[in-house]
């Protein structure tokens, strides 16, 4: 089994007994534990993972941390566990403390769900009050799995993780700025915005007038460029005929597609297909490459498929009448209908996206 499908069991369990965890022992014996050792560290192996490791702090003789991960008779990653239900943030003083007593270069704070990484960045045997990787296990995407996989005992390399890890902070940190302004602007943002164009005061009553606008245009900027991007990589491609997909709505299996010849004048790729498109990307992105998800717009419908095989169909989208709707693919890959107002509720199935997706991802690792 590949080492994301180790990750995607693992988080299923999450979701299974998270409920039944009442107490921080519980949720470490239940999925803190089976974390390390699915990392393939053997949590039994006392020489390997230490529970319970002594940290005196100053004259505080007795604090222990509750995880060590030992190198070669050394502590290289401390671990301090919670509660599932426990709010991390109130708990980095404590780790912090620990951090800067023992030769550990690296600190994880976890509750079993959200694992924080840290490391001393900005001052050599100082954790660092900002993590450099966040992980949410029931949220995580390929990006991460890739970067927790250095953390995967045969893969482990300080030197390597410590190099990485500025970058994946600070590109952390900058890209939830970005996220930030872009749902958000503030007003220094704004009045940098509007600076090279508006030549008047830019009052407190400037920046609301033109806040809107400018995160109504940030917004269809990031979708005019995606579009731009995907009818670049079109065009680059062999054009081949166009074809018309017909699947009935209510079938057990599709065996056969049955395909007829079309002229490329009758098919129209629009905007909002293209939007709605990188929507359902964006979504299933969590699970797979990006890459994997493609399209094939047919006279019917505009449809999204999973690595390109008809066959393999994830969503189906119906703009073209007056009334907009989205079908997704079931386990029988029978159409689900949902009518949707605009094409940002697409979000609202991000569920049933991913569950239509699983099917195929289900079918390939058999």
């Given at each position: 089994?590949d ?5 995607k069991?693992?988080s299923q ?5 998270r ?9 470490k ?11 393939g ?5 006392p020489?390997?993972?230490i ?6 702090v100053?004259t505080?003789k007795?604090?222990?941390?509750d995880?060590a ?8 990653i401390l671990?301090e ?18 951090f800067?007593v023992?030769?550990?270069k690296f600190a994880i704070?976890t509750?079993g769900?959200?694992y924080?990484?840290?490391?001393d ?10 993590p450099?990787l966040v992980l949410?296990?029931?949220?995580i995407?390929?990006m991460q ?16 993780i410590f190099?990485?890890?500025s970058?994946?902070?600070?590109s952390?940190?900058?890209k ?8 958000n ?28 606008i400018v ?6 900027f ?15 491609e ?12 209510e079938v057990?299996n599709?065996?056969?597609?049955a395909?007829?010849e079309n002229t ?6 629009t ?8 929507i ?6 969590e699970?797979?490459a990006?890459?994997?998800?493609q399209?094939?717009d047919v ?12 066959r ?7 703009f ?13 890959k029978r159409?689900v ?6 094409i ?11 569950s239509s997706?699983?099917?195929y991802?289900e079918?390939v690792?058999?």
């Open positions: 089994m080492f994301i499908d180790k990750i069991q693992h369990r999450i979701e299974m007994v409920g039944n965890l009442a107490t921080e022992e519980a949720t014996t239940a999925l803190i534990m089976p974390f390390f050792s699915l990392l560290y053997d949590v039994f192996n020489m390997e993972f529970p319970e490791f002594v940290a005196d100053g505080k007795g604090e222990k941390v995880y991960i030992m190198n070669e008779g050394k502590p290289v671990i566990a919670k509660g599932v239900d426990d709010d991390l943030t109130k708990h980095d003083a404590q780790l912090f403390r620990y800067t023992t030769d550990a704070l509750n769900i959200v924080k990484f840290f490391t960045l900005e001052e050599p045997n100082k954790m660092d009050e900002k450099f949410d296990l029931l949220n995407n390929d799995v890739a970067e927790l996989k250095k953390f995967t005992k045969d893969k482990f390399d300080i030197d390597t190099n990485t890890a970058e994946l902070k600070y952390n940190l900058i939830a700025q970005l996220n930030s302004q872009l749902n602007p503030s007003d220094e943002f704004v009045r940098f915005i509007i600076g090279d164009f508006f030549t008047g005061v830019k009052t407190a009553n400037v920046v609301e007038k033109f806040r809107p995160k109504k245009s940030m917004q269809q990031v979708n005019e460029f995606m579009n731009d991007k995907i009818k670049s990589i079109l065009n680059n062999v054009e081949e005929d166009k074809t018309v997909v017909i699947a009935p709505e057990e599709i065996e056969e597609v395909v007829q490329e004048s009758k098919i129209v790729t905007e909002e297909e293209l939007e709605g498109f990188n359902v990307r964006s979504i299933l992105s699970v797979v990006p890459e994997d998800i399209f094939k006279e019917r419908y505009f449809g999204i498929l999973y690595q390109g095989n008809i393999k169909w994830i969503c189906r989208l119906y073209n009448s007056s009334k907009k709707s989205i079908t997704i693919s079931d386990e029988n159409e209908r949902y009518y949707i107002e605009n940002s509720d697409i979000y609202k199935y991000k569920n049933e996206l991913l997706l699983d099917k991802l079918k690792d058999a």
